[in-house]
C-alpha cells in the first residue's frame, strides 16, 4: 500500500533553513505529482507546492514563493521541501502527498512533519 | 485566486441524521472541486474528487453534487465515525485553495 515517511521537521530560529525529506514507496513514485500541504495548529488546511511527476513543472503558494523549493528524485523515490528565510507563520504541520491519477487531489497522505519557527 | 467559502462553519446532528455541506466559489471552477474529511490528530483523507466521483474505498453514504461555483457534500445517515471537519478544495487554477472547514459535531 501506499506510504509516504517525512522527515527533517523541528525547531527552527527565524530566518534560518529547513529541508523536510518525503520517502514513498508502494506505487510507482516517477508517474505521480507529488504535492506539500501544511496546516498550522487549529487552523485549515494551506496548499504549498507540486512538483509534477517529472519534475519538470513546478508551482508554489504565494505566501513561499521564493523562500521554498521543491524537487523530487524518482531514482530515490524522494519528495523534499527546502525552506530558507523561514518566518514563524510557517510554523505548521506539512504533509507529503501523492496526487490521484493525473489530477491535483490528493488522494495520499503522509502522517506530517512538525516544522516550529521560533526565536 | 480562486476563494472557496464553506457553509455552515459548524453543523449539530445526531446519529443518522442527514449532512449537508455547502461549499461556494468566487468564480466557476467547473466541476474541479474535492472533498476531504480530517479527524482529530490525523492527516485529512480525500472523500470526493471531480465534485461527485467518490475516491477508493469511501462509503455510498457520502455523496458530492454540483458545477460551476456551488457544490454540496452530502452524508445520507450519519454514523458516529463522520464527525469530523470537512474541506473543500478546488483544482481549476493555481494556487489550489480549500474552504475554511465545516465541523459535523454531535449533537
Known amino acids: 500500500q501506499v506510504q509516504l515517511v517525512e522527515s527533517g521537521g523541528g525547531v527552527v530560529q527565524p530566518g534560518r533553513s529547513l529541508r523536510l525529506s518525503c520517502a514513498a514507496s508502494g506505487f510507482t513514485f516517477s508517474s505521480y505529482g507529488m504535492h506539500w500541504f501544511r496546516q498550522a495548529q487549529g487552523k485549515g488546511l494551506e496548499w504549498v507546492a507540486v512538483v509534477s511527476y517529472d519534475g519538470r513543472n513546478k508551482y508554489y503558494a504565494d505566501s513561499v514563493k521564493g523562500r521554498f523549493t521543491i524537487s523530487r528524485d524518482n531514482s530515490k523515490s524522494t519528495v523534499s521541501l527546502q525552506m530558507n528565510s523561514l518566518i514563524p507563520e510557517d510554523t505548521a504541520i506539512y504533509y507529503c502527498?501523492?496526487?490521484?491519477?493525473?489530477?491535483?487531489?490528493?488522494?495520499?497522505w503522509g502522517q506530517g512533519a512538525l516544522v516550529t519557527v521560533s526565536s | 485566486e480562486i476563494v472557496l467559502t464553506q457553509s455552515p462553519a459548524t453543523l449539530s446532528l445526531s446519529p443518522g441524521e442527514r449532512a449537508t455541506l455547502s461549499c461556494r466559489a468566487s468564480?466557476?471552477?467547473?466541476?474541479?472541486l474535492a472533498w476531504y474529511q480530517q479527524k482529530p490528530g490525523q492527516a485529512p483523507r480525500v472523500l470526493i474528487y471531480?465534485?461527485?466521483n467518490r475516491a477508493t474505498g469511501i462509503p455510498y453514504r457520502f455523496s458530492g453534487s454540483g458545477s460551476g461555483t456551488d457544490f454540496t457534500l452530502t452524508i445520507s445517515s450519519l454514523e458516529p465515525e463522520d464527525f469530523a471537519i470537512y474541506y473543500c478544495?478546488?483544482?481549476?487554477?493555481?494556487?489550489?485553495?480549500f474552504g475554511g472547514g465545516t465541523k459535523v459535531e454531535i449533537k
Open positions: 468564480q466557476s471552477i467547473k466541476n474541479y
Open positions: 502527498t501523492k496526487e490521484l491519477p493525473g489530477i491535483s487531489v490528493a488522494g495520499s
Open positions: 478544495q478546488q483544482r481549476s487554477d493555481w494556487p489550489l485553495t
Open positions: 471531480d465534485a461527485s
